[in-house]
């Protein structure tokens, strides 16, 4: 491990740094021991009744049941339907606003950027209740339209973000070549844009997944909403936990999966703004490290470019 | 536009309850997550990989996830704890804490590293080193995105409206639903609440990234 922070430690910062770290292991085993302690032990109901711990088989036994697993099949399908459908019209509605922010005409410029501002701050839950009631569209239409448009903007300011990052030659060539400037745009900025930005693009895409989980509330039945509701009632509140935790680990599984790919795109385009933030490495506490944060050889726009993408992609959602 | 008007001061009480659900758990993850962010970055392995872990599982499950365990599941467990408004002050800030983290981190990580190392050849220590010369710079470019982590809990917090708490949201949905001819105005009130305090938070940032561009 090699900190700029700190040396190489010696035998005596050795036994110490060992002391912390049984110490800190222990107080942190202890914390997780007495949470599944809480778990593990046996519950008392209002009635005064007691029923056996969380961990207890009893409480699992349903997972038997070939029914209960076709439900997981079904919740988790409606799930990554209205992710995909919303996924693919987000990036739509993203090329779509990119192009829009930066026309040319004030006319176009200026309502774009009032509707990214209004799509970016408020809620995705509220706009879902509004394509819902308003539009009366029915749950599926809610979540997917609003996943749609509020990730399309977050998209579109990266992609806009993107383009702007580009050096000035390549527009230029462009047009020196005799290509229109919407031609120039498509064909020369646009693609070297979106690969910079696909890492931001698939992170993106990883909050609109988690996001459809919001489907419970306005009454679409994906994964949570068809284990905790319908599964959850005819199995009665004594399989709460068991659904529950079967929900949490599928989709803490294909997160992990999408942040993974996520990364190794990042490394794989070689795109130094995208891989630096999605390692958080690179600077004082990386694990290797190649250059200095500011990177002199690339062109000016590409910090401000790096603080706009890393801002997209840390506020969640 | 007639029940908005009759029901302002649910309105009123609808926004008041969103700003302090949003600085209370905008405080308690701003406390958990730069422990989780010290517990990144410290010479202790098992601090680290304990904090990774918390990182990675945090911001990879639904925020509907989270806070569906704190308002069902605690109270399952343990019947005492049934307070509603605390479930979901504990589940927001448990969700936010390690978007802090990242941010902190990140900032961190944005000093050049140059700096610490001229802080080191001088012959500071490594408390030296982060008190005196990393984290002084680290503040200021912390701050942008951190202010956009607390843009998305204020949008968070709509999430918890929907499990049992009145804030903006639960306000909106029950004001709808007696006024069915209003519905329009409702959400469009509402919308504008949240844009109150997103787009003033925006701003904000905007007008720090500014100054931290001068400085840098």
């Known amino acids: 491990m090699s900190s700029v922070l700190y040396d190489a430690p010696g035998p005596k910062a050795r036994r110490r740094s060992r002391i912390i770290s049984v110490v800190g292991t222990l107080f942190i085993a202890a914390v997780l021991g007495a949470v599944i302690w809480v778990f593990a032990s046996p519950r008392v109901t209002a009635g005064g009744a007691t029923q056996p711990g969380l961990f207890d088989p009893t409480r699992w036994d349903i997972f038997l049941d070939r029914a209960l697993w076709r439900g997981v099949g079904e919740g988790l399908a409606a799930t990554l339907r209205a992710a995909a459908l919303a996924s693919v019209l987000a990036i739509a509605v993203g090329v779509l606003l990119s192009f829009l922010r930066t026309a040319r005409s004030k006319i176009v410029r200026v309502p774009t950027t009032v509707l990214l501002e209004f799509l970016r701050g408020m809620p995705v839950l509220l706009m879902m209740l509004f394509i819902l009631l308003v539009m009366n569209t029915g749950s599926f239409l809610a979540v997917v339209i609003a996943l749609a448009l509020y990730n399309g903007a977050i998209i579109g300011e990266a992609l806009r973000a993107g383009v702007a990052s580009l050096p000035k030659g390549q527009r230029e060539a462009g047009l020196s070549v005799g290509l229109t400037p919407l031609r120039t745009r498509f064909l020369i900025e646009f693609p070297q844009a979106f690969r910079q930005m696909l890492p931001i693009i698939i992170a993106q895409l990883v909050v609109l997944l988690k996001d459809t989980s919001l489907g419970y509330i306005v009454g679409y039945p994906e994964l949570l909403r068809t284990m905790m509701q319908n599964y959850g009632t005819f199995f009665g509140s004594y399989y709460l936990f068991s659904l529950f935790f079967v929900v949490f680990a599928i989709y803490l599984g294909i997160n992990l999966l999408l942040s993974w790919l996520a990364r190794v795109v990042a490394r794989r385009t070689g795109n130094q703004a995208a891989t630096n933030f999605m390692n958080g490495g690179g600077g004082i506490f990386g694990r290797r490290r190649k250059k200095d944060f500011v990177d002199l050889s690339q062109p000016e726009g590409s910090v401000a470019l790096a603080g706009a993408a890393s801002n997209d992609f840390s506020s969640d959602n | ?216």
Not at chain 2, 119 to 142: C, D, H, S
Request: charged fraction near 10%; aromatic fraction near 10%; hydrophobic fraction near 60%.
């Open chain 2, 1 to 216: 536009m007639d029940a908005v008007l009759a029901e302002l001061p649910a309105f009123a009480r609808a926004f008041g309850a969103t700003l302090s659900l949003l600085l209370i758990s905008g405080f308690g993850a701003l406390v958990l997550g730069v422990i989780i962010a010290a517990m990144r970055i410290s010479p202790v392995a098992s601090l680290r990989a304990f904090a990774t872990v918390y990182t990675e599982i945090f911001r990879n499950v639904p925020l509907t996830l989270v806070l569906f365990f704190c308002a069902t599941l605690i109270p399952y467990i343990n019947a005492s704890f049934s307070d509603y408004y605390v479930l979901a002050l504990l589940g927001l800030t448990v969700y936010t804490s390690p978007f802090v983290a990242e941010a902190v981190r990140s900032g961190i990580n944005g000093v050049a590293v140059g700096q610490a190392e001229a802080a080191r050849a001088i012959g500071l220590g490594f408390g030296q080193v982060l008190t005196l010369v990393v984290l002084p710079q680290a503040v200021r470019m912390v701050i942008p995105p951190l202010i956009n982590v607390f843009i998305a809990l204020t949008k968070n917090t709509s999430v918890a409206g929907a499990f049992f708490i009145f804030e903006l949201f639960a306000n909106a949905r029950g004001q709808a639903n007696q006024y069915g001819g209003d519905v329009i105005a409702i959400l469009v009130a509402t919308a504008v609440l949240y844009l109150v305090i997103t787009i003033t938070l925006g701003r904000i940032a905007e007008a720090v990234e500014r100054k931290v561009a001068v400085l840098r």
